[in-house]
């Protein structure tokens, strides 16, 4: 029985019982049915429509031993197929192949499993041969021969196929892009090009086409083709960001900026890409992006379609920031700085930021006009007490502009501030401290105030030139924070330098120091000299050659050092290659 005749008996039966049944349960339905069939085929095809599972198909078995039936094979194969079990699937649909030889359905779902499966690619074009030798005017059909050529890089047999059929193809898939792609395979480029041609002008309104066939012209090194196709597509929609990539690339690379702005003008204003993608993009275009092609009238529209996609985005201010730095753009980059400072609050990096480019821009600030110029800085010391780097970045500026006397005036303002900040601060109060953009910690605040008011002290300490001045400032640093290891190492070091009597004291610090951080070279060599100072050479000997495993070339003051300890204990040959090594520091 044909396949058709038995479905037409399948529906022809479904609607007389469907008419008899009416009003009856679905149990007491089934029951009647299944009692009324006696034909194998249809008892499977209604077990497959009601039950198309694995526990299925011992009863499909049954039947198809009874009936030997390629349709029974056929749902026998899909059953499996929908399960997973794809070997089982193959075997039956190949049963139900060799059962029905005059049948094309079974062979294209043949087909279908073995392409599915990635099978031996012979094995397909043998398959797709039989398919076309069943009904070479079927368009699956077609299509399965010219992919099984394609599978056996059969590329010359899949050209003449696709050149013959082309008209029929065209209206299930796009089979100039597909010759295209087998022409420059075999390496004819002129035919490549051709039929990109020919793709573009069948649909002229497509930008997908366009750029397709950029790409054609790009593998043909056709570089007035590349250009025309590739702008041509951008006036009906966006590229991909790897097709602007490379057009961008080519651009730069060929020294064509004056051609490239106006496209990628045109690609910005309407195309939307990931910020990561408009990050690198802008990155990549530094060297387009100079002074004076933002300050023409395309250039700058082009760079404020790119302010307008990082609008949102933080690394992208940041990265307008440093356009704004290259363009000396002072106004921009103050505005911009404080625009961000309010948009990203609270944030620490961009309120460092904004304090060091004041101070460059602004005038210097004194403690007359500390209201005036140092209000951002007043502002971070509120809003970020947790940390320094502001005061610092401060306190070094007005020391190289002005003098140290301003500087030390601005550490004692500074002090007064963070003590009012203390005296202010409840017993168990926290600051949040942000160790990355995405990510805060917290401290408390009186240990925090207490410890920045010691690092200022130890700052004034190294600052002042007068002994008793500089060492009541070192006093003050450790009573605020007794383990600061910077004023407890700075403190030892000057003693050793100017006051014997106070050399056990400085070891005592210098030990400390190195309790908090024993591989700091600087406070090795703080411990070694102060060990020297006290005739214990060999102990001071052993500190340096500690020190000078850590850094082989730690400074022109150790290297004196050691050659000092050296020449103590006799080895003069070594003292002066030491002392020869410091001079060339």
């Not at 008892?43 to 029974?72: A, G, R, W």
């Not at 080519?250 to 990561?276: A, V, W």
């Amino acid at each position: 029985m044909k396949a058709n005749k038995v479905i037409s008996y399948i529906l022809l039966t479904i609607s007389s019982f469907t008419l008899f049944s009416c009003g009856s349960t679905k149990k007491e339905s089934i029951s009647h049915f299944q009692s009324q069939v006696g034909n194998p085929y249809f008892d499977s095809y209604y077990l497959y429509l009601t039950d198309s599972t694995l526990k299925s198909i011992p009863q499909l078995h049954k039947n198809f031993e009874v009936s030997h039936s390629p349709e029974i094979a056929n749902l026998i194969a899909q059953t499996y197929y929908q399960h997973g079990e794809m070997d089982s699937a193959e075997h039956y649909i190949a049963l139900a192949c060799r059962l029905d030889l005059d049948g094309n359905t079974y062979l294209q779902k043949y087909y279908s499993i073995l392409e599915e499966r990635n099978s031996d690619p012979e094995k397909l074009l043998t398959l797709a041969r039989r398919l076309i030798a069943t009904d070479s005017s079927d368009a699956k059909n077609q299509y399965s021969i010219l992919m099984a050529y394609i599978r056996n890089d059969m590329y010359d047999s899949a050209i003449l196929y696709g050149n013959a059929h082309r008209e029929t193809f065209r209206h299930y898939f796009e089979i100039d892009m597909l010759l295209a792609d087998l022409y420059l395979q075999t390496k004819q480029n002129d035919k490549a090009i051709q039929a990109s041609e020919e793709l573009v002008t069948l649909k002229p309104t497509e930008a997908d086409k366009y750029f397709f066939a950029s790409t054609v012209a790009a593998r043909c090194d056709d570089t007035l083709r590349y250009k025309q196709y590739f702008q041509k597509g951008v006036r009906y929609g966006c590229p991909e960001a790897r097709l602007t990539d490379a057009y961008v690339q080519y651009m730069l690379q060929s020294h064509q900026n004056e051609e490239l702005i106006p496209t990628l003008d045109s690609i910005m204003s309407q195309c939307r890409y990931p910020t990561p993608w408009v990050l690198e993009m802008l990155h990549n275009l530094r060297f387009l992006f100079k002074k004076e092609v933002v300050e023409t009238a395309k250039g700058g529209h082009l760079f404020s379609r790119f302010e307008e996609h990082l609008d949102s985005s933080q690394e992208g201010q940041y990265l307008l920031l440093q356009y704004y730095r290259r363009f000396a753009d002072t106004a921009e980059i103050l505005a911009s700085l404080k625009a961000n400072c309010k948009k990203f609050a609270p944030s620490y990096m961009w309120n460092s930021m904004r304090v060091s480019e004041e101070l460059r821009y602004k005038p210097t600030p004194t403690l007359k006009n500390w209201n005036t110029e140092t209000q951002t800085v007043r502002e971070n010391i509120i809003n970020y007490p947790f940390d320094l780097f502001f005061t610092f970045v401060y306190l070094e500026y007005v020391g190289n502009v002005v003098d140290s006397v301003q500087r030390i005036d601005s550490v004692d303002h500074y002090i007064d501030v963070y003590k009012q900040l203390l005296q202010q601060s409840k017993m168990r109060s926290i600051y949040r401290f942000p160790i990355n953009i995405n990510q805060d910690t917290t401290l408390n605040q009186k240990e925090v105030l207490r410890k920045n008011i010691s690092r200022l002290y130890g700052y004034k300490g190294d600052l002042l030139k007068e002994k008793d001045l500089s060492f009541a400032a070192y006093q003050k640093a450790l009573k605020y924070d007794k383990n600061n290891e910077v004023v407890l190492n700075n403190y030892a070091y000057n003693l050793a330098l100017i006051d014997e009597q106070q050399l056990s004291t400085a070891l005592r610090m210098s030990q400390r120091s190195l309790e908090i951080e024993p591989k700091n070279v600087n406070y090795l060599d703080t411990y070694g000299y102060i060990l020297y100072r006290l005739k214990r050479y060999k102990e001071a000997k052993a500190v340096f050659v500690k020190l000078l495993t850590i850094d082989p070339n730690p400074g022109k003051v150790t290297l004196l050092h050691y050659s000092d300890v050296l020449d103590a204990i006799g080895n003069k040959d070594a003292a002066e290659v030491y002392r020869m090594k410091a001079e060339r520091q």
